[in-house]
Nanobody, 125 residues
């Protein structure tokens, strides 16, 4: 019952910043915990960050903790990922995902049932 579309990806130099957005359709957005995942060439899909239904709970991968911030605006049906101090290792396709659940402690892609098409983030050195 939710459709997801990512935007905001692009090319940035190491140390720079990008802000990704995910727009969700439907009136049930607040029923879903939201997550961001990424997949780099030759690597498995990787958890990045998650946020609870109301936005008060968050979870981050160790590799991005302190650099990335996830947020959501349920009135606008959007979830965002602010990425600061980007590194070449952050280069990947970033995916927005939704889970019809309250908790955000799960980090496996199989925890999430709905996915966007992804947006490319490329960080040059």
């Amino acid at each position: 019952q939710v459709q997801l579309v990512e935007s905001g990806g692009g090319l940035v130099q190491a140390g720079g910043s990008l802000r990704l957005s995910c727009a969700a359709s439907g009136r049930t957005f607040s029923d879903y915990a939201m997550g961001w995942f990424r997949q780099a060439p030759g690597k498995e899909r990787e958890f990045v960050a998650a946020i609870s239904r109301g936005g008060s709970g968050t979870n981050y991968a160790d590799s991005v903790k302190g650099r990335f911030t996830i947020s959501r605006d349920n009135a606008k049906n959007t979830v965002n990922l602010q990425m600061n101090n980007l590194k070449p290792d952050d280069t990947a396709v970033y995916y927005c995902a939704a889970r019809r659940a309250a908790v955000v402690d799960g980090t496996r892609p199989t925890n999430y049932g709905y996915w966007g098409q992804g947006t490319q983030v490329t960080v040059s050195s």
